[in-house]
C-alpha cells in the first residue's frame, strides 16, 4: 500500500490561518457595511479597514454572489459628478424565520438581512387547554406557510428562532411555562423533523430574552442598559447590561411576573401567592376593567382608555402601580437607565408609563439625580417574535463564511 505524500511542516496551520483569515475578512466587510450610516464604495472599505483594494473586491464579489450584498448606485455627497456604486445588505437573499408560542396566540415572521419584516402572520388561540404536542403541531403549519411564503418571493431561509413564556434550557427543552402548563417539554425533538428545518437548525428561547434582543438592535446606539418588560397574559424581562442579554447562571433570568407585589395575595399558576401578573397581567388588567367578555378586548381597553372612562383608568393605574413596584426593585438592584414596555404594554405605554415613573421616582434610591426613562418597544407588539428572527439574521452577518459554505438549495 502506497504510503501518502509527506506533508510539509506547518502546511496544516497555514491553511488554517488562511481560512480562518479569510473568515475574518468577510465578517469584517459585511459588518462595516451592515453599520455604515451611507452605502459604502469598494474603496471606502479599502480605506477602513486596511484591505488591499484586491482583497476587498474578491471578498465583495463572494458576498454579492452569496446573495448577502447588492449594488446601489449612491448619489455623490457634492451633488456634482459621477455617482458611485455602494454596498447594501441584500433583501433579496437569507432570512430568518421567527416563531412565537403564547398564551393566547402563534405568531410567525420572516425578516431579511436589513431588517424588513417579509411575512408575517398572527393566530389567536387559547392554547393553556391544548397539549403541547397539538400546539407545536400549529406551530408547524405556521412554518410551512412561512416557507412557502418565503420561496414565493425567492427567498431563502437561514434558520429559525422559537420564543416560548417559560424557562428553556440550552438545549431548547421548555423545563416550564406556568401559565401554558408546559413542564420539560422537548421542542427541538417535536418539531426537529419538519422539511424545512432540516439542515437549517432550530433555537428555542425565552420570549422576553428575544424581544430585548431584538429591541437592542433596533434601538439607538446609546441604549445599552435596559429591562425589557413583556406584558402578556404572563409578565417576563429581558435584562440587557452593557450591550449584552444577563441569562443568569443558569439561562433563566426575568422571570418578573412571579415576583411577589402582595406576599399573602391572589394565587397564580405558579403555585404562588400575590405575583405580579396576577395584578398587572393582561387578564387582570381586561378584569379589571370589565372587558374579559366579548371579542377584541385590548382593542376596547384602548378605547375606553382613550375616552378616560374611569373603570378602564383605574384597572390601568392599579396595574402599573404594581408594575412600577416590581420595576423600581430591579432598578435597585440592576441600575439600567430605561424601561422598555413590550408586547401588550407597548400600546398602553400612554397610560402605563406615568404611574410607573412615580413608582421609579418614589422608590429607586438614586431617582433624584440619575432619571429612568420609561418607553413603549420600539417594535411593538411583535418584539418577540421580530427579534427571533433577528437572532438568525444576525448569525448570517457574524459568520458569512458559514453561510456561503453551505450546499445550495
Not at 423600581?328 to 408609563?353: E, F, K, Q, S
Not at 406615568?354 to 417594535?379: C, F, G, K, Q, Y
Amino acid at each position: 500500500m502506497a504510503q501518502p505524500a509527506a506533508m510539509p511542516v506547518g502546511a496544516a496551520s497555514v491553511a488554517v490561518r488562511q481560512a480562518s483569515l479569510r473568515e475574518h475578512n468577510l465578517a469584517l466587510v459585511l459588518r462595516h457595511i451592515a453599520t455604515a450610516a451611507r452605502p459604502p464604495s469598494r474603496a471606502d472599505l479599502a480605506t477602513i479597514t486596511g484591505l488591499t483594494r484586491a482583497t476587498v473586491s474578491a471578498l465583495v464579489d463572494d458576498l454579492i454572489t452569496g446573495r448577502l450584498l447588492s449594488e446601489v448606485v449612491r448619489t455623490p455627497r457634492s451633488g456634482a459628478g459621477r455617482p458611485a456604486l455602494g454596498l447594501t445588505l441584500a433583501g433579496h437573499g437569507p432570512v430568518g424565520l421567527g416563531l412565537e408560542i403564547n398564551v393566547d396566540y402563534l405568531a410567525a415572521v420572516l425578516v431579511d438581512l436589513p431588517g424588513a419584516v417579509r411575512h408575517r402572520a398572527v393566530r389567536r388561540i387559547d392554547l393553556r387547554p391544548v397539549p403541547p404536542a397539538e400546539a407545536l403541531a400549529l406551530v408547524a403549519e405556521l412554518i410551512t406557510e412561512a416557507g412557502t411564503e418565503a420561496d414565493r418571493q425567492d427567498l431563502v431561509l437561514a434558520g429559525t428562532a422559537l420564543a416560548v413564556p417559560g424557562l428553556v434550557s440550552a438545549t431548547g427543552v421548555v423545563r416550564l411555562a406556568p401559565n401554558l402548563g408546559w413542564r420539560d417539554v422537548d421542542v427541538p425533538a417535536l418539531l426537529g423533523g419538519h422539511p424545512m428545518l432540516s439542515g437549517r437548525g432550530l433555537s428555542v428561547d425565552n420570549e422576553a430574552n428575544l424581544a430585548a434582543l431584538g429591541e437592542l438592535h433596533a434601538g439607538p446606539p446609546d441604549s445599552a442598559n435596559f429591562i425589557y418588560i413583556s406584558g402578556e397574559v404572563g409578565i417576563g424581562a429581558g435584562i440587557v447590561l452593557h450591550g449584552t442579554l444577563f441569562r443568569g447562571a443558569r439561562g433563566w433570568s426575568g422571570e418578573l411576573g412571579h415576583v411577589p407585589v402582595h406576599p399573602d395575595g391572589r394565587p397564580c399558576r405558579c403555585g404562588g401567592l400575590g405575583c405580579l401578573e396576577q395584578y398587572a397581567g393582561q387578564e387582570a388588567i381586561l378584569a379589571g376593567a370589565g372587558l374579559t367578555d366579548g371579542p377584541t378586548p385590548l382593542a376596547r381597553l384602548i378605547e375606553a382608555a382613550g375616552r378616560d372612562e374611569p373603570t378602564a383608568r383605574r384597572a390601568l393605574v392599579e396595574a402599573a402601580t404594581a408594575l412600577g413596584v416590581a420595576i423600581a426593585g430591579v432598578i435597585n438592584l440592576l441600575d439600567v437607565d430605561t424601561v422598555v414596555l413590550g408586547g401588550v404594554y407597548a400600546p398602553l405605554a400612554g397610560w402605563l408609563g406615568p404611574p410607573v415613573e412615580a413608582e421609579i421616582r418614589r422608590r429607586v434610591l438614586t431617582a433624584a439625580w440619575s432619571p429612568v426613562t420609561v418607553r413603549p418597544a420600539l417594535l411593538g407588539g411583535d418584539g418577540a417574535a421580530v427579534g427571533a428572527a433577528g437572532s438568525v439574521v444576525r448569525t448570517v452577518l457574524e459568520q458569512p463564511a458559514r453561510w456561503l459554505a453551505r450546499p445550495l438549495r
